[in-house]
């Protein structure tokens, strides 16, 4: 069985990113040989949801190479530059393409890592692989749409994974009915109910004020609750000295500080990813809502402080118990489906990693993103998006990928000088150990 220098869980912007800085290291002679397997058939970026109003909400110079490597091949004015779309991009005077845009251009540089990429695989587990106490490698195992189950080794693991649908509990014993879903499956789950009239948005986000804005375009035309706890929507800043928490340098700062001044730190600054929609989103939803009031037709609502106490499922509607915080009452509402826009968790390495788990103590990293084991673990473990504890709020965003992927890149070739190649640039990159 070949033994990879590196297994990549995950074929997202991180992992990408990654490929691109270990591409350019090959180009300076330092080889790593990397497989990354994603359990999407093909790359595509969060697909469901690719509505066709949303834009990005970070700079395109922000991509996957630029702030590392503005001269890379791979960076969003080249893709712009091969797509022959560079200058009528430069007319529409913006920094923030739309999604479908950029989502194309991760496309088109994930596609030039075909190679190195197994689509179709969910990675379950990765289990120690032992020379006498010491783990020496990683068995990755993954299992494919039909069930096969296929192992690999590594000397070295980056989880990229992403974040998981964080299910409220209320409604996790719903999971099942296709009436209640994240918006993580929006576009494919709204598709399942092109009848629905009644439908309630629970969350105060940019998910929550995109679906929002979207549902106003159905041609169904449904009657839409917004329901949040937060007493208003505020809107995300994104002005220019608040924004320097989101540069390189602040994840140093961040990473050595203390534990209590960084959850601090998060605090003050957990506005400006969390619960915080652009401001012109927040606009067209006001005037949505200003519209229907000289129109006198209350169609949608606004259930701003409003707490869901229980939640029923019956074959007429998904029953939500509402207790309105600030007149304490409390009233049922019945909706055909329920839109939970409720963000995501990024503990899920945790579960790949479970086997390890007795060889990594409380799950820290180092500056260079790397699991603190003991010393029996061998292999280099690296976390790319579940860091936001100790890196800071850039962590789960693409504000720093471009340099971390690099940071995590050096890392690996200083960690592994016995197994990772060196060769001269142009020579062929053929490593290959066998067990
Ligand atoms: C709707 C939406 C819009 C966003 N817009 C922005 C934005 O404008 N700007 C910004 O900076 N950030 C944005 N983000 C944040 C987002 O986290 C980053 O943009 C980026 O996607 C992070 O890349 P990633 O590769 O770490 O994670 P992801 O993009 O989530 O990619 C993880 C990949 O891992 C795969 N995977 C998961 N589990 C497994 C497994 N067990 N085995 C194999 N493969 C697996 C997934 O299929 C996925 O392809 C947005 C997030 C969402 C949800």
Redesign the pocket.
């Known amino acids: 069985m070949q033994i990879h220098d590196l297994i990549g869980?995950?074929?997202?912007?991180?992992?990408?990113a990654l490929a691109i800085a270990l591409d350019e290291k090959r180009h300076q002679g330092q080889f790593v040989d990397a497989l990354f397997?994603?359990?999407?058939p093909g790359?595509?970026?969060?697909k469901n949801?690719l509505l066709d109003n949303?834009?990005?909400?970070?700079s395109f110079i922000?991509d996957l190479a630029t702030l590392r490597n503005p001269s890379s091949r791979f960076t969003f004015l080249n893709y712009l530059h091969e797509k022959q779309r560079l200058q009528d991009f430069v007319n529409l005077k913006t920094f923030?393409p739309s999604?479908h845009e950029?989502n194309d251009y991760l496309g088109w540089a994930a596609a030039q890592f075909e190679d190195r990429c197994a689509y179709g695989?969910?990675?379950?587990e990765v289990v120690p692989e032992m020379r006498g106490t010491e783990v020496q490698m990683l068995r990755v195992r993954?299992r494919d749409a039909v069930g096969a189950v296929r192992e690999r080794l590594a000397r070295n693991l980056v989880v990229?994974?992403?974040?998981?649908p964080n299910v409220p509990t209320r409604f996790q014993p719903f999971q099942d009915d296709a009436r209640v879903f994240h918006?993580?499956g929006y576009l494919a789950a709204i598709a399942r109910h092109p009848k629905a009239e009644r439908i309630a948005i629970v969350g105060a986000g940019?998910?929550a004020a995109?679906i929002f804005m979207d549902l106003q375009s159905h041609p169904n035309k449904p009657e839409v609750d917004l329901i949040m706890r937060a007493r208003s929507i505020k809107p995300s800043d994104d002005s220019p000295f608040v924004n320097e928490i989101f540069n390189a340098d602040f994840t140093d700062f961040v990473f050595n500080r203390s534990g209590p001044e960084r959850t601090e730190l998060l605090e003050e600054f957990w506005h400006t990813n969390y619960a915080a929609p652009d401001l012109e989103l927040i606009q067209q939803i006001f005037n949505v809502f200003y519209r229907q009031r000289v129109a006198g037709v209350a169609r949608h609502a606004f259930l701003r402080r409003h707490e869901i106490s229980t939640v029923r499922a019956t074959p007429d509607g998904i029953h939500l118990s509402l207790h309105d915080l600030n007149t304490n009452q409390r009233r049922n509402k019945a909706y055909d489906a329920v839109i939970l826009a409720t963000g995501?968790r990024r503990d899920?390495h945790k579960t790949?990693l479970n086997p390890l788990a007795s060889y990594l103590g409380d799950f820290t990293v180092d500056r260079n993103y790397r699991l603190q084991g003991t010393p029996e673990l061998k292999s280099g473990i690296f976390l790319?998006?579940a860091c936001e504890m100790s890196h800071g709020l850039s962590d789960?965003?693409?504000?720093v990928?471009a340099i971390r992927s690099d940071e995590i890149g050096q890392a690996l070739l200083n960690t592994q000088p016995r197994t990772t190649q060196t060769y001269a640039a142009g020579r062929s990159p053929y490593v290959a150990t066998v067990l």
């Open positions: 869980v995950g074929f997202g912007p991180s992992n990408i397997i994603e359990k999407q790359f595509v970026w969060h949801m949303a834009h990005m909400q970070i922000k923030f999604r950029f695989e969910a990675v379950f993954s990229s994974v992403g974040g998981m918006s993580s940019q998910s995109e995501y899920s790949l790319q998006g789960t965003l693409l504000s990928t």
